[in-house]
Every structure is written in C-alpha cells, then in structure tokens.
C-alpha cells in the first residue's frame, strides 16, 4: 500500500513539473531592444537586452524596437496662404523614447504620431505662398519638426526629422507654372540682348569720339581695311577737316615734292 502511495505522489510530482515546465518560456531581448515585464497585470518594468525566464501566463515581456524608424505621409492635399491647392509627401525619421509612456499612456502611439506630423505640415502649409513652398520647401520640413517634437515627445516618441520628398500640383496649375516659366526665361533673353545692344552702341560711340578728336585714326583704319579686303570694293566716307592719303598705283614712281615746298621745310 506504501508503494502505491509512493508512486501516485511521485507521478503528480512529475505532472506538476512537466506543466511548471510547460509554462516556463525563455525570451531574448536583443541589443537594439528593451523589454517591458507585466507581472499578474501589473507594471510594466523595464528590462535591458538579455535572456530571461518567465512563468506564463502569470508574467509576460514585450520586446520594444529602439531603432529608428520610417514612415511616409503621402498625398497630402493643402492649401496655401494664397489659397492654391498642393500635394505634398514628407518622409518622417523617428524613435522610441520612453517604451513604457508610449506603450502604457497612449493606445496607439504610431497613430498619435502619425496625427500630429499631419497637422503640423497643414499649418506650416498654411503659412506660406505658393512661391515660399517651391522656393524654400527645404525649410518646411524643419518647421514641421518645431511645431510637433514636443507634443510627440509626450506620448514616448522622438521626432527626428521630417523631409519632404515629393511635390505636387493640379493639371491646370502646371500649365500656368509652364507658362510663368516660359515668360520669365523670354524676359531674361530680351533682357540680355538689350544689354548686348547697348553695349555695342556705347562702343560705337567711344569709336565716334574718338575718330572725332584724332581724325588720322580713321585713315589708319582705311588702310586696315583695305589691307584685309583684297578682291572687294570699300566704301569709306572721310570728315570734311581730314587729309586723304595719297594713293598710287603699281608701277608708277612716287610723286616729286614740289620744290618751293623742300625749300620752306629747309
């Protein structure tokens, strides 16, 4: 009768062990997590990277991802100050900061997060024009950041940075910025060809002036001209108080200076 007893109380003792056994789970916590132990319900605590033993389901350890992570607000339609419609996509960079607030304290705290960046590119949006948004839509995504790290970092998140990746407009205001664009390059050609013009008429006249105190420039320039037109007619014009240059032929002797001339320059 002994023995019976002692193998029934030994069997139990087996049974127990095996479902102890059973309920005994081991989990990892890596080095880019941290884990937080509810213990009956209760806590949580925070566990730092490591491996450790829990009894199910009495005590249970969520693994938290500390990495930083992305996300994407696509096709977001806004409105500009001067009241034109928009589509922008910003690339948003993000962190865990504090596992037990913002898995504790908030229901959905990527949702949360996902909310407030939305409202805060509307207005940053909002205050600016058109021509702000294409010109300095480098700056947009740091206002975004300044007006919403603070409120997400009160639901556990860090808010890294926000970038706009993608900009968008209508069909019709496409054309029309086609257009503005077109006019403006059309503004810039004419613009540069006055200054050509200009520039070339400020030359002339510098020519003008100077041909007109020192009239021999332009018989200097008459045999230039002739020297690099061979086989070509010219046509110049000579003021009334200039002196011509004598011309010869080939062939024929250079003409006698006239002797009452030779006399008076001895």
């Keep these: 009768m002994e023995v019976v007893i002692v193998i029934v109380v030994a069997v139990v003792a087996i049974l127990v062990l ?35 033993w829990v009894f199910r389901p009495r005590t249970v350890i969520l693994p938290i991802d500390m990495r930083e992570q992305f996300t994407s607000l696509t096709g977001q339609e806004l409105i500009t100050s001067d009241s034109v419609s928009v589509k922008l996509s910003v690339l948003v960079r993000y962190r865990m900061a504090d ?8 229901a959905d705290h990527y949702g949360a997060m996902y909310s407030l960046v939305q409202i805060a ?3 940053a949006v909002a205050t600016r024009t058109i021509d702000d948004v294409l010109e300095r839509r480098d700056e947009i995504g740091p206002d975004v950041v300044a007006r ?54 400020r030359a002339l006249a510098n020519a003008a002036r100077m041909v007109e105190s020192n ?19 010219v046509v110049l014009g000579f003021p009334s108080n ?25």
Excluded: W
């Excluded at 596992?99 to 908030?106: D, H, I, M, Q, R």
């Excluded at 021999?216 to 007619?233: D, F, I, W, Y």
């Design 148 to 201: 919403c790290a603070e409120k997400i970092h009160s639901i556990g998140l860090e808010l890294i940075s926000v970038d706009v990746r993608d900009l968008m407009f209508p069909g019709p205001l496409k054309k029309t910025f086609a257009q503005v664009i077109e006019a403006r390059q059309q503004g810039l050609a004419a613009l540069e060809k006055a200054r050509g013009e200009t520039a070339a008429l």
């Design 242 to 266: 200039s002196t011509p240059l004598p011309v010869r032929s080939e062939g024929e002797a250079p003409a006698e200076l006239d002797t009452g001339q030779a006399d008076r320059n001895e």
């Design 18 to 52: 095996l479902m102890i056994a059973a309920r005994l789970e081991r989990i990892t916590i890596f080095e880019y997590q941290r884990g937080l132990r509810f213990t009956g319900g209760k806590g949580p605590d925070l566990v730092e990277p490591g491996q450790y």
């Design 99 to 106: 596992p037990k607030l913002a898995n504790v304290e908030v």
């Design 215 to 233: 009239p021999s420039l332009l018989q200097l320039r008459l045999v230039q001209q002739l020297e690099s037109s061979r086989g070509h007619t």
């Design 121 to 123: 590119l509307r207005e």
